[in-house]
């Protein structure tokens, strides 16, 4: 399912592919599920790319992130405040992966899984298991 689930720097909150044009991407929003455009100009990743860093060997993929945390949550949204000390947002994703990488993995990286998370639970997706079918391919110039 997060094949399907795009970030795009620059724009918050996370969109949902719709439709596929010659040099662009029709997605919805999943904050408002307006539809808009997206062109080849914009940096566009699907989360299914997006791995944490550990100091282990490799690095983690995000759908195992979203099952840590559903499963440590019990489903629910995560029930630490965004807003919190880095010290706080740390102590959590220890909870969740206690090899993630400190000093590669900022605060400010947390927060936005975070609220990816808190987003997608509450636009009903709760499958982070990956796809084996291959993924679409994107307009030229993004990912």
Same mark, same amino acid.
């Given at each position: 399912m997060? !094949?399907t689930? /795009?970030?795009? *720097?620059? !724009?918050s909150?996370?969109?949902?592919r719709?439709?596929?044009?010659?040099?662009? @991407? &029709?997605?919805?929003? @999943?904050?408002? !599920?307006?539809r =808009?455009? @997206?062109?080849?100009?914009?940096r566009?990743?699907?989360?299914?790319k =997006?791995?944490?860093?550990?100091?282990?060997?490799?690095?983690?993929? @995000?759908?195992?992130? %979203?099952?840590?945390?559903?499963? !440590?949550?019990?489903?629910?949204?995560?029930n &630490?405040? /965004?807003? *919190?000390?880095?010290?706080?947002l740390? *102590?959590?994703?220890?909870?969740? /992966?206690p090899? %993630?990488?400190?000093?590669?993995?900022?605060?400010? +990286? =947390?927060?936005k899984?975070l609220?990816w998370?808190n987003?997608?639970?509450?636009?009903g =997706?709760?499958?982070?298991?990956p796809? +084996?079918?291959?993924? $679409? *391919?994107?307009?030229?110039?993004? $990912?």
């Open positions: 997060l !094949k689930i /795009l970030y795009v *720097a620059g !724009k909150g996370l969109f949902k719709v439709s596929q044009g010659k040099n662009m @991407l &029709i997605v919805e929003s @999943l904050v408002d !599920k307006r =808009i455009p @997206l062109y080849a100009k914009e566009i990743l699907t989360l299914s =997006i791995t944490f860093y550990t100091t282990g060997e490799g690095e983690v993929p @995000l759908h195992e992130i %979203f099952t840590k945390i559903q499963n !440590k949550e019990g489903g629910e949204k995560v &630490i405040d /965004l807003a *919190a000390e880095s010290d706080d740390r *102590a959590y994703m220890a909870e969740i /992966l090899d %993630f990488d400190r000093k590669k993995v900022y605060p400010s +990286d =947390i927060r899984v609220s998370y987003l997608l639970v509450s636009s =997706i709760t499958d982070f298991t796809d +084996d079918k291959p993924e $679409e *391919a994107l307009p030229e110039g993004s $990912e």
